[in-house]
C-alpha cells in the first residue's frame, strides 16, 4: 500500500519549525525560529557572545532602527531607556556616546543586557538598573527618555489597528505622563499598526503642546514600526514636518499608509473582478471595471479626508 505526505497543516509546521538544527541546538523554539533567522539584524555582533531570551527575540529593537534613534541624541546627553530588555538600543545609545541609564524589572534581562553591552564595548556608559521605571521615575534625571514599551509579543499583528490602551505594563498615556515628568524629549518606538489618531493626542497631554515628528521604520523593506520624536524644538525633517499639534504630521502618515492599502486593495479587486467577469465592461465603453472601482475609491477616500480635516480643524 502506498503511502501518502501528511496533509495536517499543524504537523508542516512542527516540521518545518526545527529544519535548521543549528537553531536547535541554541535552544530555538518554534515561536522565536523565524527571528532566529534574522538575528544578524538585531544584533550584527550576534556571533560574538550575544545573549537572548525568548521574549528578547520579539521585542528587541532592530539594530538598524536603533541606530537611527541614537543618531538622534547628542554625545554625553542622559538618555533612560525605560524599558531595555537584553539591550539593543541602549548599545546604541551608548556608541553614539551618551551616557544611558538602562531599566527593566526582570534582573534576567538586565543580565543579558550588560553582557550584550561588554561584547559592543561600551558597558561603562550604561548604568544598568533592576527595578520598575514608574517607581524610579521621580527620582530620574535625564536629557532624552526613551520608550520601547512591551506591545504584547507577535499577537500584536493580529490586531488591524492598534491602540495605545494595549502597551504593557501601562497604557501609552501614562507612560508618556511619567516620561513627560522627566523630560520633554521622549523618543517612543511602537508598531507599525499604531493608531496614529491617538499619537497626536499625546502633543496635547503637555501645555504647550510639544512638537512631534513621526518616522517610520523599515528593514529590508518590511515595515517595522513608528518611532514618534517629541520635544520641545525639534529640527525640521526633510522627510516630515509638523505644527505644534502634530496635525500635518499625522495626516501625512495617515494618508500615505491608506493610499497604500487602497492601492493593494484595488489590485485584488481588479485581479477578481478580471476573472470572474472579463477585463472589460461593455456598458462603458470598454473601460476596465477595476478602473472604474479604483476611482469611485478613490473619490470616496478623498471625501473621507476633507471631511476628516474639517472635524479636526474645529476640534481644535
Known amino acids: ?17 526545527f529544519r535548521n538544527s543549528e537553531a536547535s541546538k541554541e535552544g530555538i523554539t518554534p515561536l522565536t525560529e523565524k527571528y532566529w533567522y ?14 537572548m531570551d525568548e521574549e528578547g527575540w520579539f521585542s528587541v529593537t532592530p539594530e538598524e532602527i536603533a541606530i537611527k534613534h541614537a543618531e538622534r541624541c547628542t554625545e554625553h546627553q542622559v538618555v533612560i531607556d525605560a524599558f531595555c530588555g537584553v539591550g539593543g538600543n541602549a548599545i546604541q545609545f551608548a556608541r553614539k556616546g551618551c551616557h544611558v541609564i538602562a ?16 561584547v559592543y564595548g561600551v558597558e561603562e ?28 509579543g507577535p499577537s500584536y499583528k493580529d ?21 513627560r515628568g522627566i523630560t520633554s524629549n521622549i523618543i517612543m518606538f511602537l508598531p507599525r499598526n499604531i493608531n496614529l489618531e491617538q499619537v497626536r493626542e499625546l502633543c496635547l497631554l503637555s501645555s504647550p503642546p510639544l512638537k512631534l515628528e513621526v518616522e517610520p521604520n523599515y528593514v529590508q523593506n518590511h515595515h517595522k514600526g513608528y518611532t514618534l520624536y517629541f520635544r520641545s524644538q525639534v529640527a ?26 487602497s492601492d493593494l486593495s484595488n489590485e485584488d479587486r481588479r485581479s477578481d473582478l478580471s476573472d470572474e467577469e472579463g477585463t472589460t465592461d461593455s456598458s462603458s465603453g470598454g473601460m476596465n471595471v477595476g478602473t472604474k472601482a479604483g476611482v469611485v475609491l ?3 477616500a478623498a471625501a473621507c479626508v476633507v471631511v476628516f480635516k474639517v472635524f479636526v480643524f474645529r476640534k481644535l
Not at 526582570?106 to 561588554?118: E, H, L, R, S
Not at 514636518?241 to 502618515?253: F, H, P, Q, V, Y
Open 298 to 300: 478613490g473619490v470616496i
Open 125 to 152: 556608559y550604561i548604568d544598568f538598573r533592576v527595578g520598575d521605571f514608574f517607581k524610579l521615575a521621580p527620582s530620574l534625571k535625564g536629557d532624552v527618555v526613551f520608550l520601547s514599551p512591551p506591545w504584547g
Open 159 to 179: 490586531i488591524q489597528i492598534f491602540p495605545l490602551e494595549l502597551l504593557k505594563p501601562a497604557d501609552g498615556y501614562t507612560l508618556f505622563k511619567v516620561a
Open 38 to 51: 534574522r538575528r544578524h539584524n538585531l544584533f550584527s555582533k550576534y556571533d560574538q557572545g550575544i545573549q
Open 103 to 118: 531599566i527593566d524589572i526582570d534582573p534576567a534581562k538586565v543580565a543579558m543586557a550588560m553582557n550584550n553591552a561588554k
Open 236 to 261: 525640521a525633517s526633510p522627510r516630515f514636518s509638523s505644527d505644534s499639534s502634530g496635525r500635518t504630521m499625522i495626516e501625512e502618515a495617515s494618508r500615505k499608509e491608506s493610499s497604500r492599502r
Open 1 to 17: 500500500m502506498a503511502t501518502t505526505k501528511t496533509s495536517n497543516p499543524s504537523k508542516r509546521r512542527r516540521v518545518k519549525a
